[in-house]
């Protein structure tokens, strides 16, 4: 897909992806794709993100690799170390555990390691996501873990033009980014972005204005909180919806200027509960806000169990919409205002 693309109307996700991919390609040659079959030669991916990309590159550039999570993420630590900016594929998120030496040990610390003096610029793509019956070794957002760890980014976008503008803001940082593509939304479309289309990390966006409650959340769940935001506006409640994009690290400025104006939040995410972003970003606001709230800060997310392969079971497992409204009415509720 060339920058000539974006003068469409809309773009998927898919189409996102590869089109950072392809302007990073083409602005700087210290840039260089990895993973399993990605080349145009087993087909341009499983998901078809870098179709195109080694014809127009060549093999050199956009590199097939054998399985091995491990030789994939060392190879961009030491290509990142030697000035280049390699982007990483890890097919799916639950295989970032094989390399999570390469990750955690290497990749986040060396900075910190070596005084300053060795960055390493690396993006790591791999993609997640319950509901599509694919179960517990393929479904996992383990978002919270990489955003515990010093040194990492995290990043998780809502919409095709924050997919290409975060993306390519992750290839072009001097540190290691984790980049969390969703496996049910990539066929999804929304608004194109101009070429060279940037989003700044670290920095979340008000993506619905809102005066009763904020809805704190990012990836998949945003798309949830916008369409209950219109929704409940007919009943004349007053949703702000508020999207991290960036998970670590968080813009807590943003979060906590919502919920000073709203004086309620529910935060929402899919990953299970316990230990998850959700628990951080609800501490952030109670200490720095908890005089002035009119309700507690409510989480939804999915259940404490591995992802299920049984549809209904799958579906049980899964954060729901209606939780996500039913927390919007409980801080609402007459019982919770002071």
């Not at 259940?303 to 579906?315: I, N």
Request: overall charge neutral.
């Amino acid at each position: 897909m060339s920058p000539a693309a974006t003068a469409q109307k809309t773009i998927s996700f898919t189409d996102a992806y590869r089109l950072a991919l392809d302007e990073a390609l083409g602005a700087d040659p210290t840039v260089f794709l990895l993973g399993e079959d990605i080349g145009d030669e087993e087909g341009g991916g499983v998901f078809k993100v870098t179709k195109g990309l080694s014809t127009k590159y060549g093999k050199h550039r956009v590199r097939t690799t054998p399985i091995s999570e491990e030789a994939i993420v060392g190879a961009a630590v030491g290509a990142a170390l030697a000035g280049m900016r390699p982007v990483a594929e890890i097919m799916l998120m639950n295989f970032v555990t094989v390399a999570m030496d390469q990750i955690v040990n290497h990749a986040a610390k060396l900075r910190f390691m070596s005084g300053g003096q060795t960055g390493v610029p690396i993006t790591i793509r791999t993609r997640t996501g319950a509901g599509a019956g694919t179960a517990g070794q393929h479904s996992d957002m383990l978002e919270a873990w990489f955003a515990h760890v010093a040194g990492m980014k995290v990043v998780v976008p809502s919409t095709p033009a924050d997919a290409m503008g975060l993306l390519t803001s992750c290839i072009f940082d001097d540190d290691p980014c984790l980049f969390i593509e969703d496996s049910l939304t990539r066929a999804l479309t929304g608004p194109a972005p101009p070429p060279g289309h940037r989003v700044p990390l670290g920095r979340a966006n008000v993506s619905h204005e809102g005066s009763d409650v904020s809805v704190i959340g990012y990836g998949r769940p945003i798309r949830d909180a916008l369409a209950l935001a219109e929704r409940l506006k007919g009943e004349g409640i007053s949703v702000e919806v508020v999207d991290l994009r960036t998970v670590s690290p968080l813009d807590t400025e943003t979060v906590l200027k919502s919920v000073a104006k709203t004086r309620r939040a529910v935060v929402v995410h899919e990953a299970p509960r316990s230990f998850g972003v959700g628990a951080e970003v609800t501490a952030r606001i109670q200490e720095h806000l908890y005089d002035s709230l009119a309700a507690p800060v409510l989480r939804v997310a999915s259940r404490d169990v591995p992802v299920p392969f049984a549809k209904v079971l799958e579906q049980e497992y899964l954060y729901k919409p209606a939780a996500i409204e039913a927390a919007i009415r409980r801080t609402l509720d007459s019982k919770a205002r002071r």
